[in-house]
């Protein structure tokens, strides 16, 4: 029993536990914290991904309408609706996808 009141009062033990307590649960950087900031940085980093995926097709979009004219007609018939003297467009709308 003495042994243990021993291990128990040990003053590097206490201090040591008290730093370990105080980095846990009360410091500004403590654990809980970080946790959640390390979830944000995966979630901004697979963000950056994502954006930077998509400038590199609009990218390339870019550089296929300014080169190819087949391409720049394409675009402006698909996005503007625009056509050519004596066509007619039919627009079919997806009844099943929601509407913003």
Known sequence: MKKFTSIITNKYLLAGGFFVVW??????????????????????EAKKKYYLEEISKTKQE????????????????????????????????????EKN
Do not use: C, H, V, W
């Open 62 to 97: 870019l550089q296929d309408i300014q080169r190819n004219p087949a391409a720049l007609e394409k675009f402006a018939r698909e996005r503007y609706l625009m056509k050519k003297e004596g066509e007619d467009i039919f627009i079919i709308e997806d009844s099943t996808a």
């Open 23 to 44: 980095m846990l649960f009360f410091d500004q950087r403590d654990f809980f914290q970080q946790r959640e900031r390390r979830k944000e940085l995966e979630k901004l």
